[in-house]
């Protein structure tokens, strides 16, 4: 089993490699630059794509500015990047086609999962961008997907691949993430720890550290073991679930924030997790 992870330009200085076989996405941290105010210069950006081999690299979007977000699409293509344009929740479907006018391959829903717009509405455009990019032939990635309810796994299913940090939720005892063996499921540390033990007795290992973590204050803090257990027991968990999509034609999931909240050390111990508990890798068709 191999890592696939999402890596951010706003956090370029931590970046490091990842072990061979690993799938990798880079993000422009467009997101990150529109809430902390942060300036993104586009030939920074794009030396850094061209250095660093990665399966996509995503366009710095202006998010809510269709007409911008392109605009840094094109340069960064001329600047030698082969970027995925995005568009977002209360933009144009039109917007779709008028990417694939410009000859990009791919597009990359955002804005689905926040307050400017309702969830309904969100999937119903999302759905419609979709229609649209499969009638062009456009490939879709889709920015901060995760699931909530099975009602919403039809749209997943027909993402090409999409990114979550949710994974990291299980350092908060309240929203512990894990796989079951049958779906990626919340619990809450506080409420459901006999049932998290119960499901992680047949994982290989000592999860001590995890399955004791607290409620913690400054009198009382849980161990850095702890927490690391909780992100690997969560990034596992979250490609588990992954892999589940994969073999019904779903998408490629990406851990968004993993080399920030991960060193390489862990990075064995995730595969070997997944290699125990996934249900396997769909096997990759060859290339026609």
């Given at each position: 089993?191999?890592?696939?992870?999402?890596?951010?330009?706003?956090?370029?200085?931590?970046?490091?490699?990842?072990?061979?076989?690993?799938?990798?996405?880079?993000?422009?941290?467009?997101?990150?630059?529109?809430?902390?105010?942060?300036?993104?210069?586009?030939?920074?950006?794009?030396a850094w794509y061209r250095s660093v081999p990665a399966q996509r690299y995503a366009a710095l979007d202006v998010l809510y500015d269709p007409a911008a977000s392109l605009?840094?699409?094109?340069?960064?293509?001329?600047?030698?990047?082969?970027?995925?344009?995005?568009?977002?929740?209360?933009?144009?479907?039109?917007?779709?086609?008028?990417?694939?006018?410009?000859?990009?391959?791919?597009?990359?829903?955002?804005?689905?999962?926040?307050?400017?717009?309702?969830?309904?509405?969100?999937?119903?455009?999302?759905?419609?961008?979709?229609?649209?990019?499969?009638?062009?032939?456009?490939?879709?990635?889709?920015?901060?997907?995760?699931?909530?309810?099975?009602?919403?796994?039809?749209?997943?299913?027909?993402?090409?691949?999409?990114?979550?940090?949710?994974?990291?939720?299980?350092?908060?005892?309240?929203?512990?993430?894990?796989?079951?063996?049958?779906?990626?499921?919340?619990?809450?540390?506080?409420?459901?720890?006999?049932?998290?033990?119960?499901?992680?007795?047949?994982?290989?290992?000592?999860?001590?550290?995890?399955?004791?973590?607290?409620?913690?204050?400054?009198?009382?803090?849980n161990s850095g073991a702890s927490l690391r257990q909780t992100r690997i027991a969560g990034a596992a968990s979250m490609l588990a679930w992954g892999q589940w999509l994969?073999?019904?034609?779903?998408?490629?999931?990406?851990?968004?924030?993993?080399?920030?909240?991960?060193?390489?050390?862990?990075?064995?111990?995730?595969?070997?997790?997944?290699?125990?508990?996934?249900?396997?890798?769909?096997?990759?068709?060859?290339?026609?």
């Amino acid at each position: 089993m191999t890592l696939s992870v999402l890596a951010s330009y706003a956090f370029a200085d931590e970046h490091r490699d990842l072990p061979p076989g690993s799938r990798l996405m880079l993000d422009s941290g467009g997101y990150t630059a529109w809430t902390k105010g942060i300036e993104i210069r586009l030939p920074d950006l794009a030396a850094w794509y061209r250095s660093v081999p990665a399966q996509r690299y995503a366009a710095l979007d202006v998010l809510y500015d269709p007409a911008a977000s392109l605009a840094n699409a094109l340069a960064l293509r001329e600047l030698g990047a082969d970027v995925t344009p995005a568009v977002h929740a209360g933009t144009s479907p039109a917007e779709v086609d008028r990417i694939a006018d410009h000859g990009f391959t791919t597009v990359a829903l955002g804005g689905l999962v926040n307050r400017r717009n309702s969830r309904p509405d969100a999937d119903g455009w999302a759905h419609t961008c979709l229609d649209r990019a499969a009638a062009r032939g456009l490939a879709v990635h889709g920015f901060g997907l995760s699931p909530s309810s099975a009602a919403r796994l039809p749209l997943l299913l027909r993402f090409d691949s999409i990114d979550s940090s949710t994974w990291v939720s299980a350092r908060y005892a309240a929203d512990t993430r894990l796989w079951d063996g049958r779906t990626f499921r919340s619990y809450d540390m506080n409420v459901d720890r006999m049932k998290i033990t119960a499901l992680m007795r047949h994982w290989p290992g000592d999860w001590t550290p995890m399955l004791t973590r607290h409620r913690a204050d400054k009198d009382h803090p849980n161990s850095g073991a702890s927490l690391r257990q909780t992100r690997i027991a969560g990034a596992a968990s979250m490609l588990a679930w992954g892999q589940w999509l994969r073999a019904r034609g779903g998408p490629r999931v990406y851990l968004a924030s993993y080399i920030n909240n991960l060193s390489a050390d862990a990075d064995a111990e995730v595969n070997a997790l997944l290699d125990a508990i996934g249900p396997g890798e769909p096997r990759e068709e060859p290339a026609a």
